[in-house]
């Protein structure tokens, strides 16, 4: 694959509960761990809630593409990730979870699940996770 669009962002600090800032300087955040994780918590994002918005813009894009190319665009829809860590019980460490929920008011239940489907095997974040994290999929019409 030859990129066309390379992202950089650099962390600095305590990690989790460090700093991101974008070479462009878009993204320039503090972070805190959330409390369920043993953090402070507080009004600062998180690694998790970044792959969120990350998953769930990339998704709707993969989602409206695949219903264009069916012949059936998309005014109302939208994709709420959740992404969750908890401990990998394989090596003690963490692992992560997505679940990916996509609401298409204007579509029937099959045409909402063959364009999500479509989108599914498309999506770069789906490709990059597919096999190596749990993701599950719903469809709300």
């Known amino acids: 694959m030859s990129p066309l669009y390379i992202a950089e962002a650099v962390s600095t600090g305590q990690g989790r509960d460090g700093e991101v800032r974008s070479s ?48 059936t665009p998309l005014e109302r829809s939208e994709v709420t990730a959740r992404v969750g860590i908890g401990k990998d019980e394989a090596d003690g460490g963490f692992q992560l979870s997505v679940s990916l929920e996509a609401r298409l008011p204007e579509l029937s239940q099959a045409q909402a699940d063959e364009v999500v ?6 999506c770069p974040y789906s490709k990059a996770t597919r096999g190596n994290i749990d993701i599950t999929v719903s469809v709300v019409v």
């Open 24 to 71: 462009d300087g878009v993204i320039d955040e503090r972070l805190s761990s959330p409390t369920e994780l043993g953090g402070p918590g507080g009004a600062y994002t998180n690694p998790e809630q970044l792959f969120a918005a990350g998953y769930s813009a990339c998704f709707h894009s993969a989602l409206r593409a695949a219903a264009a190319r069916s012949g």
């Open 117 to 122: 489907e479509a989108a599914h095997t498309v």
